[in-house]
Structures are given as C-alpha cells and as structure tokens.
C-alpha cells in the first residue's frame, strides 16, 4: 500500500550566514591555496621593509640569517 504524502518534505541544514558544515569542507582547500598564496605574496613585497626584517623574517630558523643587517664598520657614517 502507497502512503499519500501530503505536502513536500523539507528537511532544515544548520548553517551559520548561510554556509554548512558541507559546504565549508568543500571550500577548505581553496580558502588554504589562497591564503598561501596571499601570504606569500605578503612576504614578497614586504622583505625589503626593514620593520618587517626585524619582526618577522630575522627570526626565521635556518634562514633569518639572511635577513640580518650586519654592514662592515668601514661602511657606516660617522
């Protein structure tokens, strides 16, 4: 025997701003792909600023070395 079924069936997905569970696990890779490459793209245009230089890329294991600024005395102003 066949039920009738009166109106359709909706079933409710939480969301948070419109977004699910589902949803939000199927943009992780993209939101990490461009998040690499916007911090990449940070760390390029900004190696040349000497705050960053000090804050940041000095203290870098293995390679902060680079980034340390340590003149000859016979190339400083007196």
Do not use: C, H, R
Not at 9 to 21: M, R
Not at 45 to 72: A, R
């Amino acid at each position: 025997m066949v039920s009738y079924v009166k109106a359709p069936l909706y079933k409710s997905v939480k969301n948070i701003a419109g977004v699910n569970t589902q949803a939000l696990f199927a943009y992780i890779p993209n939101l990490v792909i461009w998040g690499g490459a916007a911090g990449a793209g940070v760390a390029t245009f900004t190696t040349g600023i000497p705050i960053f230089k000090d804050t940041f890329y000095s203290k870098i294991p293995y390679f902060g070395s680079y980034f340390v600024y340590n003149p000859d005395p016979e190339d400083i102003p007196i």
